[in-house]
Nanobody
Framework: QVQLVESEGRPVQAGDSLRLSCAASGRDSFSGYCMGWFRQAPGKEREFVGYIWWSSGITDYADSVKGRFTTSRDRNTNTLYLQMNNVKPEDTALYYC???????????????WGQGTQVIVSS
């Protein structure tokens, strides 16, 4: 069973930077997986943030975060990261990491999910 455990968030001010982590376990190798990030703000639907293919490092991002957020992975520690720069109040949401064997913008194509990390950005 694949397990994804996310780090705790912290309150930040607009313009600050924050790094989220997601520790993956349950497989000898994640080389065949795509790792995704999603977020859900209060009163809104869950939305795609970005993904990275574990082996190749190929990434894609939502337009709302492109140029500000970067996802990466450490293949030695099986850890996924989301680097958030120049955060805005509209970035406030519950952030989830996810894993699946199909690269996708849609949450339905991911098989495993982290528990969620609360990110609150104040003005």
């Amino acid at each position: 069973q694949v397990q994804l455990v996310e780090s705790e968030g912290r309150p930040v001010q607009a313009g600050d930077s924050l790094r989220l982590s997601c520790a993956a376990s349950g497989r000898d190798s994640f080389s065949g997986y795509c790792m995704g990030w999603f977020r859900q703000a209060p009163g809104k639907e869950r939305e795609f943030v970005g993904y990275i293919w574990w082996s190749s490092g190929i990434t894609d991002y939502a337009d709302s975060v492109k140029g500000r957020f970067t996802t990466s992975r450490d293949r030695n520690t099986n850890t996924l990261y989301l680097q958030m720069n120049n955060v805005k109040p509209e970035d406030t949401a519950l952030y989830y990491c996810a894993a699946g064997v199909r690269g996708s913008f849609w949450e339905r194509d991911y098989d495993y999910w982290g528990q969620g990390t609360q990110v609150i950005v104040s003005s």
